[in-house]
């Protein structure tokens, strides 16, 4: 039977090649020289992984954001992972950091509005949830290819990818 996952996943690499270079652009920048504003990727447990923004001010705060925003898009990792609704922490003196958790996997409620979506369009298809994925199967490819198209237009705030598509 015809199936393919449904998956919320970065490439880390691109990721971190992201990262490496929005900090080698802040230490070149003339308006960050003496500061302590840096990117730092930290992997957390398991697929965890985090961004913390690190400036001294909220000015500065906001332009080591829309570097890091500039070196994801032009490393072509899309910034719909990211969570960029968190509140900067003060660290010591004049210190701030924003941490910025990284999406990756498909929660519980995602996995419910991806199997709801599909059977509100009355498609032949069947969605379960294993894991982190959603496995959506079906007895004929354009089946299947509807689907995606479905879940490409109706969930577009999220930056799903599919793979595993078995004919």
Same mark, same amino acid.
């Given at each position: 039977?015809?199936? *393919?996952?449904?998956v919320l =996943?970065?490439?880390l690499? =691109?990721?971190? /090649?992201?990262v =490496?270079?929005a /900090?080698k652009?802040?230490?070149t920048? *003339? ?6 504003a840096?990117v ?5 447990s398991?697929? =965890?992984?985090?961004l913390a923004?690190?400036a001294?001010?909220?000015f500065?705060?906001q332009?080591?954001r ?13 910034v719909?992972y990211?969570d ?6 003060k660290l010591?003196?004049d ?12 929660d ?17 298809v069947q ?16 089946d299947?290819?509807?689907a995606?198209a479905?879940?490409?237009r109706?969930?577009?705030?999220l930056?799903l990818? *599919?793979? /595993?598509?078995?004919?």
């Open positions: 039977m015809p199936s *393919f996952d449904v =996943e970065p490439d690499v =691109e990721l971190r /090649n992201a =490496e270079q /900090n652009e802040i230490g920048r *003339f308006d960050f020289k003496g500061s302590s840096q730092e990727l930290s992997a957390g398991g697929k =965890e992984r985090d923004l690190l001294d001010s909220d500065q705060l332009q080591v829309d570097v890091m925003l500039a070196r994801l898009a032009k490393r072509g990792v899309d719909r990211l960029l609704t968190g509140t900067p922490q010591g003196g210190r701030l950091k924003l941490p910025v958790p990284v999406k990756s996997g498909i519980a409620d995602t996995a419910r509005r991806v199997q709801q979506v599909l059977k509100a369009n009355k498609l032949k969605a379960a949830v294993q894991g982190d994925t959603v496995r959506v199967s079906g007895a004929k490819r354009d299947l290819q509807a995606i479905l879940l490409r109706d969930l577009a705030e930056p990818s *599919f793979n /595993n598509f078995r004919a």
